[in-house]
């Protein structure tokens, strides 16, 4: 499920559970081991996260599997999606960039935006489409406002509106925009920028930035986690889910 290799002091963690690299525990358990790994090994100064499935970053939360679980291993995904990737993301100790191509979608922008800097290609396209489809995107009600405003942000969580690769660069949700052959040159490149700083200052100054611009989302994050258990457990939710899985299966079929 996850493509892990290092090269030039920079681990590059890329996501690897075709079709769409739809997240479930066992994505979820092998993305928060590969951050773990890059955490402990000394030899490592950045961190690359993308995908190995074309076209596809991650099209988040994987529906039939989420709809059919218990409320208990529901909250313990949602939790890892949310609190436990915040915490490694945080104890990284080491700058990490996310490499964004195709598709990215509720669960897949969470774990954009937990990286430091985000990278796009030209196919690359965002949404929150979670209200569609019977969840709530929580964690964004968070933090996204802080980077493109109360009423953008609230247009963009509340109608599921998809924004292309240029669109997010001029909202401030991208660092910047690449054709699509050159994404992992460029977040190599810069990568290796990051890399060549003093581990012990890069280790100090990300964590004393991200202290400094926390303004109280980690405490928000667990407000997220509830937002979200309680949405999944509404009948509303299962209604909406069921008929979106039904739909992309109809879909399915007539191709």
């Known amino acids: 499920m996850i493509r892990y290799t290092v090269r030039d002091s920079v681990a590059e963690i890329l996501l690897d559970h075709p079709p769409v690299n739809a997240i479930d525990h066992g994505l979820a358990d092998a993305l928060l081991a590969a951050l773990e790994r890059a955490r402990g090994d000394e030899g490592v100064r950045a961190v690359i996260f993308g995908s190995a499935v074309p076209g596809r970053f991650s099209a988040g939360l994987d529906l039939p599997v989420f709809l059919d679980l218990a409320p208990e291993s529901k ?59 019977g969840l709530l995107p929580g964690i964004h009600y968070t933090h996204l406002h802080r980077i493109v405003g109360r009423y953008r942000a609230f247009e963009l969580l509340f109608t599921g509106l998809a ?24 977040a190599r490149r810069v990568a290796q920028i990051l890399a060549g700083k003093s581990p012990a200052l ?23 986690v509830e937002t979200l258990d309680a949405a999944a ?3 509303d939710s299962r209604a909406a889910m069921s008929g979106f899985i039904e739909k992309q299966k109809a879909r399915r079929r007539k191709s």
Request: hydrophobic share 45%; proline share 2%.
């Open 75 to 133: 909250h313990a995904l949602i939790e890892k999606l949310y609190t436990r990737l915040t915490e490694a993301q945080f104890a990284l100790g080491k700058p990490s960039i996310a490499a964004v191509t195709g598709t990215t979608r509720g669960g897949g922008m969470t774990l954009a935006i937990s990286c430091d800097m985000i990278l796009a290609d030209e196919s690359a396209n965002f949404a929150y489409p979670e209200i569609d489809i």
């Open 202 to 224: 890069m280790r100090l100054g990300r964590a004393a930035f991200l202290r400094g611009i926390d303004s109280g989302y980690r405490t928000g994050v667990a407000g997220a």
């Open 163 to 186: 924004i292309d690769a240029q669109e997010a660069q001029r909202l401030g949700l991208v660092n910047r925009v690449c054709r699509a052959d050159e994404l992992m040159d460029e």
């Open 233 to 235: 457990a509404s009948a």
